[in-house]
């Protein structure tokens, strides 16, 4: 029995060779243990009774109610055996203000978090709706895979340095990509009206996902990067989630997605881009969004073709790591 901030913490299970406060290594990696039990052993199966929930703190359990993780990642790390699904997590601290998410914990090497679910061939989470985008207002369910528009609480929450767009119905059909920094959220880079064009592809490609168009036009082109806000060309035609007309969106001027940048100049680059997709993403829509496919909130421009061929996708999720 261990005395702690005027709580008794009772070591429960030890693994062998080591006594709970005596000297072995703490693990960095599990700061709640760590603060409540010390220098205690610690593994799979239980530490230390933890005051706060009345459960065990533990890897076991980790992505409960009573214990949630920072993340699908914390998770996932923590373990390995942990199948894709529901979980619990709380981003800022421990057991403040859990939340219920959808984990990918197979797909890119997993423990992916869910954060929205955009339809195919549907106009609502498309760039002019702000209410979602911008002010992160939750609708849905996004603790599924459910064929729905969805926003969960960690779209505004959840810190990343990694994103992935993955069809709702196979994980072999996905985009990833790294960010050489770690962002807030998601809605704070929305909220800033600031483009971010510096991800760079780690897993899948454009071409494989649910894609239901003219594959003959699923070419993405060359120097393609990858992020939020972006655009393909000058055009400012709309708004963008809330930011001015004035933004520079493109042809696409999705959200989230890849594009070539600068979006004013010479868009091929000396001919380079030519003839193949320079702007695709969820969140978007095309040009002025005047016809009914214009508006489909995930879209694509194929240079020399607008989006006549690129604008029949299947629903996909937004992913964060």
Known sequence: MHFLGGFFIICLACCNLCSCFGNQQDDQKNSRVSTLCGNGCFNTSVACKDTLTGGCVGWKNLGSRKNPGRSCNDIHMHRVSAESGRYWISPDCDVCYPYEVYCDMTTAGGGWTLVVKVKGN????????????????????????????AMGMAYTSLAF????????????QHLAWRHPQTYDSIR?????????????????????????????????CTELVYGFMGGDHHYA?????????????????AVIGAFLDPPSGDHTKNGQNVKCISDFGVGGGYYNMAKADYAYAINAHYWDNGNDYTHSWGSHAVFIR
């Not at 993955?166 to 994980?171: A, E, F, G, I, M």
């Open 122 to 149: 549907d106009p609502f989470m498309n760039r002019l709706n702000s209410k979602q985008w911008r002010d992160g207002r939750l609708i849905g369910d996004p603790t599924s895979l459910s064929d729905e528009n």
């Open 161 to 172: 340095r990694e994103v992935m767009i993955r069809s709702l119905v196979n994980t072999a």
């Open 188 to 220: 704070s880079i929305v909220k800033s009206c600031t483009r971010v064009a510096n991800g760079v592809k780690i897993s899948g490609d454009i071409t494989k996902l649910n894609f239901k168009g003219n594959v003959a036009y699923l070419k993405p």
């Open 237 to 253: 035609l709309t708004s963008v989630a809330g930011c001015s007309v004035g933004y520079k969106h493109g042809h696409v001027g």
